[in-house]
């Protein structure tokens, strides 16, 4: 806990960092008509040095050993980020409605060992249903690839 | 011509097909109260890009009957699965969950639901009689006296927010931050870009709305494992009436919870904070108090009034002044302004009927919602016994799904997963998040309220002190800004605690 919280407060003051040269660079002070574009940026920057500054006086100064997460912990976390971040990544080819149907299947079948049956007509239903709300009855129109055009779409 | 306005909204609300958004709303939002991951906020900002299409009246009413759901859907997975769908839900764990235990959970329900009613319906009235008033004062505001609010919003959350201090500040700065990206709306240049095409149109708050809160939920829920191991009720009519019979004796506790709720409320982060309150107070003040947190039906009463009253009347500051006092609002704000509307005092001269029907929603909304999770508790409940692992990656697709509509833009649905992961680390060192969502609302509202009322006095800060509404509501900021320091000088001074700021806890 003491290490993430060390490193986020870190990560935290290096944006702070990047913001203020940004705003050093667009102008902080006052211009001919008002304040410059960077004005505003500049002091958040300089809120965010200051205070991240502190925090990491906190965390070195505490004694934790409880860790931020543990090893079983973490993989739970990770088998539901990587695979939706796959999904997000596969829309950009396959659309999301195949996407979205191939993630629910993998998920269903490898991480929740549902049986066969259960898991097609879910991968299958719930893609169809998305569809049928959002391009038909809302008319709005979600990422499509070759098979919706196969269709017809 | 207070009850002709009313009456004008009644007449908009009650058109069958308002009615029906509701109960869509409503059933929706329950549904989406008892889901992990997904709550009032996120539940919204998913919709919304349904109702870009909709009459804003209408878009309005489900929006804020969706959100009504979310907060009965919450006394729900807290009474019946001691899960806390939301942090203003901690409290009616408490009793709620014991008292499920022993059997009584449609008991508990019903407490539950009738105080969320009573606690809304409070709201609702003193949001009828004071709304216009409060909208009036603010037609009279400034740019300073603008700025000077929303700095007591964002006060508000490092007074009496309850995390870290320092941590709510930096919050409240990248969110302002995150606001700046992409084009300074005053001198037109781009800021913060780096020269990357993708930053230009900036980070919406929608996307880091689902991205922080569902994306990031889910993550901290799947980590625990989640196993849900609900009591189960049998609801009828004879245990609603019966319980209803005995709530009457509760009345000091309903009304100190209104008050406190609605007191509380409109101040942004009210809701958690006034449900402990009422909580505290319906204990000190009961004859029993050694019966709280083994069952005791007043401390389910207690915390779901204010609560529910403090979440009603986050919608004050939103419609009068057009500060959004929680992130649902703050969502529901975004809303108005893609609906083409402007949130403010303006909305009672230019817009009658959407303000008017959107009060009167208030009424039917709670009143189609109490009758409706009464009748349909089994069935929300059985939501929960889905298995984690379908529920999961379901939730995530509608979450991808949500954040691509708003600007049929890939590039969000990545800014979500990317917002996930920071809503996840965020929660787990209690950085709090609703600051962060509240100051990218507002970002580009605040800085140019700040820039104008700097033009107006020549770069002069004092300008903020010296109008008289300005001055109060400053001086009132900078108390809560400082308090936390305060409270540490005062303890160090007893020597109580340790010469420390106070951890995130």
Same mark, same amino acid.
């Given at each position: 806990m003491r290490a993430a919280d060390i490193a986020t407060a870190s990560i935290l003051m290096l944006l702070g960092v990047v913001v203020l040269a940004e705003a050093i660079r667009l102008g902080f002070r006052w211009g001919p008509d008002g304040p410059q574009s960077g004005f505003f940026p500049f002091w958040l920057a300089v809120v965010v040095i200051a205070h991240t500054a502190a925090i990491l006086v906190q965390a070195v100064r505490k004694h934790s050993t409880e860790p931020f997460a543990s090893r079983e912990q973490l993989r739970m976390v990770l088998t539901v980020a990587w695979p939706a971040a796959a999904m997000v990544l596969f829309t950009h080819f396959i659309g999301l409605y195949v996407a979205g149907a191939v993630y629910l299947f993998f998920y269903m079948r490898l991480v929740g060992r549902h049986s066969w049956a259960s898991v097609v007509a879910l991968s299958l239903s719930i893609p169809v249903a998305t569809f049928l709300v959002f391009e038909k009855w809302f008319l709005v129109p979600l990422p499509k690839g070759p098979l919706e055009a196969w269709l017809g779409y | 011509m207070g009850i002709d306005n009313i009456l004008l909204g009644f007449?908009?609300?009650?058109?069958?097909?308002?009615?029906?958004?509701?109960?869509?709303?409503?059933?929706?939002?329950?549904?989406?109260?008892?889901?992990?991951?997904?709550?009032?906020?996120?539940?919204?900002?998913?919709?919304?890009?349904?109702? #870009?299409?909709? +009459?804003?009246?209408? *878009? $309005?009413?489900? !929006? /804020?009957?969706?959100y009504w759901g979310a907060l009965f859907g919450g006394?729900?997975?807290?009474?019946?699965?001691?899960?806390?769908?939301?942090?203003?839900?901690?409290?009616?764990?408490?009793?709620?969950y014991p008292l499920a235990r022993k059997g009584q959970g449609a008991q508990?329900?019903?407490?539950?639901?009738?105080?969320?009613?009573?606690?809304?319906?409070?709201?609702?009235?003193?949001?009828?009689l004071f709304a216009p008033l409060l909208a009036n004062l603010a037609l009279? #505001?400034?740019? +300073?006296?603008?700025? *000077? $609010?929303?700095? !007591? /919003?964002?006060?508000?959350?490092?007074?009496?927010?309850?995390?870290?201090?320092?941590?709510?500040?930096?919050s409240i700065a990248l969110g302002f931050i995150l606001a700046a990206v992409g084009l300074d709306i005053v001198t037109g240049q781009l800021?913060?870009?780096?020269?990357?095409?993708?930053?230009?149109?900036?980070?919406?708050?929608?996307v880091a709305v689902i991205g922080l809160f569902g994306i990031g939920e889910i993550l901290l829920s799947v980590e625990e494992g989640l196993k849900f191991e609900g009591a189960r009720t049998k609801m009828n009519l004879r245990v609603v009436l019966d319980t209803w019979k005995e709530l009457p004796r509760y009345w000091r506790t309903f009304l100190r919870g209104c008050f406190i709720g609605f007191w509380?409320?409109?101040?942004?982060?009210?809701?958690?904070p006034a449900s402990f309150m009422s909580y505290a107070f319906a204990r000190r003040a009961s004859k029993h108090p050694e019966n709280f947190g083994k069952g005791e039906l007043e401390g389910v009463v207690a915390p779901e009034t204010a609560a529910h009253a403090a979440g009603v009347a986050a919608m004050l500051p939103m419609i009068t002044l057009g500060i959004p006092g929680s992130p649902t609002a703050a969502v529901m704000f975004g809303g108005l302004i893609i609906w083409g509307l402007q949130p403010g005092p303006m909305l009672f001269k230019?817009?009658?009927?959407?303000?008017?029907?959107?009060?009167?929603?208030?009424?039917?909304?709670?009143?189609?919602?109490?009758?409706?999770?009464?009748?349909?508790?089994?069935?929300?409940?059985?939501?929960?016994?889905?298995?984690?692992?379908?529920?999961?990656?379901?939730?995530?697709?509608?979450?991808a799904i949500g954040s691509y509509a708003v600007h049929n833009n890939m590039i969000d649905v990545w800014?979500?997963?990317?917002?996930?992961?920071?809503?996840?680390?965020?929660?787990?060192?209690?950085?709090?998040?609703?600051?962060?969502?509240?100051?990218?609302?507002?970002?580009?509202?605040?800085e140019s309220a700040l820039r104008q009322s700097l033009i107006m006095s020549q770069g002069s800060l004092l300008i903020f002190l010296r109008r008289p509404i300005a001055a109060v509501i400053t001086l009132l900021a900078l108390f809560f800004f400082v308090l936390p320091a305060i409270n540490t000088w005062r303890r160090r001074e007893s020597r109580l605690h340790a010469p420390v700021a106070p951890h995130g806890t």
């Open positions: - | 007449h908009v609300a009650i058109t069958p097909y308002n009615l029906m958004v509701a109960v869509i709303g409503i059933a929706l939002g329950t549904v989406i109260g008892v889901l992990p991951g997904l709550g009032g906020a996120n539940g919204v900002a998913i919709l919304l890009p349904l109702t #870009f299409r909709m +009459p804003p009246t209408s *878009a $309005i009413i489900l !929006l /804020t009957s969706l006394a729900i997975t807290s009474v019946l699965f001691n899960i806390p769908g939301e942090p203003w839900s901690v409290a009616t764990t408490f009793d709620g508990a329900l019903t407490a539950a639901f009738s105080s969320s009613f009573v606690g809304a319906l409070f709201a609702t009235i003193l949001i009828t009279k #505001f400034g740019p +300073p006296e603008f700025f *000077a $609010i929303q700095m !007591l /919003t964002f006060s508000s959350f490092v007074g009496l927010g309850g995390s870290d201090p320092l941590k709510s500040i930096v800021r913060l870009t780096f020269g990357l095409t993708p930053l230009m149109t900036g980070f919406d708050f929608i509380m409320g409109f101040k942004p982060g009210g809701a958690t230019e817009q009658p009927e959407f303000v008017w029907g959107l009060i009167a929603s208030m009424y039917t909304g709670n009143l189609i919602g109490v009758v409706m999770v009464l009748a349909f508790v089994p069935l929300f409940a059985a939501i929960l016994r889905i298995p984690f692992a379908i529920l999961t990656p379901f939730i995530v697709l509608v979450c800014y979500m997963i990317l917002f996930g992961v920071v809503g996840y680390v965020f929660k787990k060192l209690h950085y709090p998040l609703a600051p962060l969502v509240l100051a990218l609302v507002l970002g580009d509202m605040a």
